[in-house]
């Protein structure tokens, strides 16, 4: 997997809750941020997913078939 670096700014008392964690546990704070990161991206799928299902409830939204996506295909 290709690795992107990335600058960041973090308020204080994050950036010093960051470098305790990564002390206690050994791991470097880029890593952390990665899994932080990992945890909070399927967190917000969630969120979407529950959304989207709200608004296909409220009529908001239209599904199509699956066999009329693959006539089309």
Known sequence: MAVKRLNIT???ELALELERVAK???EKKSRLIAKALTF???YL???IAQERLKRLERGETQIV???E???DL
């Open 45 to 47: 799928d969630t969120e």
């Open 40 to 42: 909070y991206f399927d």
């Open 65 to 67: 078939p699956a066999e």
């Open 24 to 26: 206690e546990l050994g």
């Open 69 to 71: 996506v693959f006539k």
């Open 10 to 12: 973090l308020n204080e």
